[in-house]
């Protein structure tokens, strides 16, 4: 009986992972600004941002699931009008806690900003950004048998141990300030434009290809004093399924080192994933570090049915201040990512 629900589990595990990296896994989103939107690389005020996030879900459980994350992202040239090149990259690394599943991808990032708007606050950019993704699999079929398999007397392995592949994203963002206290991005990607056909799913065995899929992502900053309201909604929509998470981070500015512009900061928000579970999150930020902390409400998704602890994710940032020459002269209308 173990090890039907083990087999089954690690069904769900892939099926929830046949996305890609932009699909809805993170809560804290915000922390990997290249897996949301490739039009966001560059897209900060400072000179280089460095990100990593941890993630483990179903801790509890036969198969507990973990993600990793790494990114890098920087300006690397501004023009005399403030239009700059941004361009950046990630690593991601999912495994289950015995090893049964492992992904692995890396991300090269690119991306254009375009500068208009006036002198009274009221900002405009632009972006469109171009990503290259190598990614790659592999799997541990020693728990999963099917029919025909079973040749001269024992069970053969006729899958294979892993696969990788490349992959394209290109996405699109529009950022506007309307003075001092409000400010918003507008973000729409399409990932996974190649969608490669794995081997496993050319024989039929379970749906584990590489899904197509199309992302939004509206996000807004009000100020309205030392305590301002950070609503943010990211959907992904594929063939398979709508993701949906939306919520909102209060934001209180304890102290504020107007020299060096490095306030001192808490936040908490709660977040919500359609028809599947909720979670709340709650962190600092000092000296351009933020670090972050979230927490799933609900014990398990809703779809599956088996008993276990949600996810615990940890997420840090640190954004340095923008002396370089590539960095100096930009206008940033949104700085949520």
Not at 145 to 159: C, I, M, R, S, V
Not at 180 to 191: D, M, V
Request: charged share 15%; hydrophobic share 40%; proline share 4%.
């Amino acid at each position: 009986m173990a090890q039907i629900s083990k087999v089954w589990l690690f069904t769900a595990l892939i099926v929830n992972t046949s996305a890609s990296a932009q699909d809805v896994h993170y809560v804290q989103f915000d922390a990997t600004p290249l897996a949301v939107n490739p039009a966001l690389t560059g897209m900060f005020d400072g000179s280089m941002r460095m990100s990593a996030l941890y993630r483990n879900q179903w801790a509890n459980e036969i198969i507990p699931y973990v993600t990793s994350g790494t990114s890098f992202d920087m300006p690397v040239f501004t023009d005399k009008k403030k239009n700059y090149v941004g361009m950046g990259t990630q690593i991601i690394r999912n495994t289950t806690g015995d090893g049964t599943l492992y992904s692995f991808s890396m991300i090269f990032s690119a991306a254009y900003h375009k500068h208009f708007g006036k002198k009274d606050g009221n900002i405009c950019d632009f972006g469109i950004g171009l990503q290259g993704a190598y990614l790659q699999r592999n799997y541990d079929v020693a728990y999963l048998f099917y029919g025909g398999e079973f040749l001269y007397g024992q069970f053969a392995n006729t899958w294979g141990s892993g696969i990788s592949f490349m992959e394209l994203n290109v996405g699109l963002s529009f950022s506007q300030s309307l003075g001092q206290h409000f400010n918003y991005t507008i973000g729409l990607s399409e990932n996974n434009i190649r969608e490669p056909s794995e081997k496993w799913q050319q024989q039929q065995a379970i749906g584990t290809g590489i899904v197509r899929n199309t992302t939004g992502v509206f996000s807004a900053i009000w100020r309205p004093g030392k305590l301002s309201f950070r609503p943010c909604i990211h959907v992904v929509v594929s063939k398979l399924r709508t993701a949906i998470i939306g919520g909102n981070e209060f934001h209180y500015t304890v102290s504020k080192n107007k020299q060096h512009n490095n306030p001192v900061s808490v936040f908490a928000g709660g977040w919500y994933r359609l028809d599947d579970i909720a979670s709340v999150t709650v962190g600092a930020e000092f000296l351009r570090v933020r670090i972050g902390m979230a927490v799933d409400c609900t014990p398990v998704p809703r779809h599956m049915k088996y008993s276990g602890l949600g996810a615990v994710e940890f997420s840090v940032k640190y954004t340095t201040p923008a002396n370089l020459w590539s960095a100096k002269k930009r206008d940033i209308p949104h700085n949520r990512f």
